[in-house]
């Protein structure tokens, strides 16, 4: 597909333009040029620390990596493109919410589009239907085209460490708004949910970065579990001198 770097965004239009055509899309090329340059603008907007267009490209590479598991990859890019499309991380009272991301609204702008780009509605409804299946990330064992589109989002689980330190540091600065405390404790819950799942992901090819991924959630939860202490003794030691 070739889409490896934010700094080249024709590279992709061009990847969208082919994985509309490749889903039914009959609409003309500028139209789609235009529905692609739509979605990249709201990857792009202020705010976005991680999910922007750096996590597009990342996500829709995985895709490529996995997409001889799909039946169908370019609805599962397509879905790729559209997975965040309707983002606000302070529309939510906190990260633990699912912070900005909003799968059923993002959902609902893939079906819309993509009908009027004329892509068959079946199609575009189960473009629809894996965007939504990103709520949970547990997705059916049986369906392969959603365990790769879910696998590709947890892909950067498994980052070598110094890039999943980037990632923990955008993500932060995505929620800055929450306090350390809220944030601290949400991102706990969520990282302890992670590690008690069986496995972290379904496809075959993607279960090669369980491994990197735990290690990666076990050393954060350590650090933040102590984080969380250091938050509680200051807070106690605030509420003491003020007896």
């Known amino acids: 597909m070739g889409v490896t770097s934010v700094d080249a965004p024709q590279w992709f239009l061009s990847s969208f333009v082919r994985s509309a055509r490749g889903a ?5 090329d500028d139209d789609l040029r235009a529905a692609g340059q739509d979605l990249l603008d709201r990857w792009d907007t202020p705010g976005r620390h991680f999910h922007n267009l750096r996590h597009l490209a990342d996500v829709l590479g995985r895709v ?29 009272a906190t990260y633990a919410r699912k912070g900005g991301e909003d799968e059923s609204a993002s959902a609902a702008l893939a079906l819309g589009e993509l009908t009027a780009l004329g892509v068959p509605e079946d199609a575009a409804r189960r473009v629809a239907q894996l ?9 059916d064992p049986a369906d392969f085209d959603c365990a790769v589109l879910c696998d590709a989002d947890l892909a ?12 923990l540091k955008d993500v932060r600065d995505e929620y800055a708004h929450v306090p350390a405390e809220d944030y601290v404790r949400a991102r706990i819950a969520i990282l302890s949910k992670l590690l008690g799942r069986q496995s972290l992901f379904s496809s075959p090819l993607g279960a090669a970065w369980e491994e990197p991924a735990r290690q990666n959630l076990d050393a954060e939860l350590q650090r933040l579990r102590k984080e969380q202490n250091k938050l509680a003794q200051a807070a106690s030691a ?3 001198g003020t007896v």
Do not use: C, I
């Open 64 to 92: 490529d990596e996995l997409s001889q598991e799909t039946h169908d990859p370019d609805l599962v890019r397509l879905a790729a493109w559209y997975h965040g499309a309707v983002f606000d991380a302070k529309a939510r």
């Open 131 to 139: 965007v939504n299946a990103l709520v949970r990330h547990a997705p």
């Open 156 to 167: 950067m689980l498994a980052a070598e460490p110094q890039r999943y330190k980037e990632y």
């Open 24 to 28: 039914g899309a009959t609409a003309s």
């Open 238 to 240: 605030s509420t003491a």
